[in-house]
């Protein structure tokens, strides 16, 4: 497999994370160097290490997991959407979010939504028996730099829309994850 189409799933693969990390950024009143390499590197660390799940478990496991990858990514999706969409509405009092995207639980289960698909391609990967190690670096470096772009993108443009921009992150969310489900249904 050459760069050019590592580069491809690896973009491919990112978008996800990229949309959260935007509609994370719209969250935050100014940029955070801190918020940015956080999001970037839990959502590029999952991003590189799924494929290598998916492939060492494409070894004995395939027929299981790609039986019900779609609907824990769809389920992860549309309740952290769903969640953005309410914390959108709900503000305390000093005017910021009751929950966060910094916070520890909901990295890790944005993390792991937003690489469901990258256990996939690392399945994928294992029936082609192409070697890991390269395309999960290339997925995890990508990955990270959407990710940190993405914070810094929303912090820029999210307040002129406010409360808009989140309601249609939760969207996104949702979206992505019905989008997964029909990929896998249809």
């Known amino acids: 497999m050459n760069l050019i189409e590592l580069l491809g799933i690896a973009l491919g693969l990112s978008m996800d994370a990229f949309a959260v990390s935007v509609s994370s950024g719209v969250t935050a009143r100014r940029f955070h160097l801190r918020h940015g390499l956080l999001l970037g590197t839990f959502f590029g660390g999952f991003q590189a290490l799924m494929p290598v799940v998916g492939w060492l478990a494409g070894i004995g496991l395939r027929s299981y997991i790609t039986a019900f990858d779609h609907w824990i990514a769809f389920g992860l999706l549309a309740v952290i ?4 969409i309410y ?13 966060s995207a ?25 029936m082609l028996r192409v070697a890991i190690i390269k395309p999960a670096v290339v997925i995890g470096i990508v990955t990270f730099i959407l990710s940190f772009t993405g914070v810094y993108v929303g912090v820029r443009v999210g307040h002129w829309f406010e409360k808009k921009i989140e309601v249609a992150g939760g969207v996104i969310l949702i979206v992505i994850g019905v989008k997964i489900l029909l990929q896998h249904t249809l």
């Open 102 to 126: 910094t916070e520890l639980a909901t990295l890790l289960v944005l993390s792991i939504a937003t690489s469901i698909d990258a256990l996939a391609v690392g399945l994928s990967l294992c």
């Open 81 to 84: 959407g769903g969640k953005m």
């Open 87 to 99: 914390e959108s509405f709900v503000l305390d009092e000093d005017g910021k979010h009751q929950g």
